[in-house]
């Protein structure tokens, strides 16, 4: 079983930057793909990235492709989420996911969730 616990979050201005961590317990990290999602207020919550296991393929909605980076360091059991050039729509509590195996962009495939936490961009 994996724990996971988000960090990172905060008020920014429009056109500012975060990064988002997210520690995972257990002795099994890297076996696991990682993804982040968000939730804004009254929307279901959508997929925002991914990464393999090893960090050799990464998935990126849209919506935020070219904004923001996912990475991981498997050694510290953490995955990251770089989000450069915020907007007002990217405010939103974030989650780190995880799934044993292949990378996967639904929720419905993630095994395990962290609590969030939340971003908030200012216009």
């Known amino acids: 079983q994996v724990q996971l616990v988000e960090s990172g979050g905060g008020l920014v201005q429009a056109g500012g930057s975060l990064r988002l961590s997210c520690a995972a317990s257990g002795r099994t990290f890297s076996s696991y793909a990682m993804g982040w999602f968000r939730q804004a207020p009254g929307k279901e919550r959508e997929f925002v990235a991914a990464?393999?296991?090893?960090?050799?393929?990464?998935y990126y909605a849209d919506s935020v492709k070219g904004r923001f980076t996912i990475s991981r360091d498997n050694a510290k059991n953490t995955v990251y989420l770089q989000m450069n050039s915020l907007k007002p729509e990217d405010t939103a509590v974030y989650y780190c996911?995880?799934?044993?195996?292949?990378?996967?962009?639904?929720?419905?495939?993630?095994?395990?969730w962290g609590q969030g936490t939340q971003v908030t961009v200012s216009s």
């Open positions: 990464i393999s296991w090893s960090g050799g393929s990464t």
């Open positions: 996911a995880a799934v044993v195996g292949t990378i996967a962009t639904m929720t419905r495939e993630y095994d395990y």
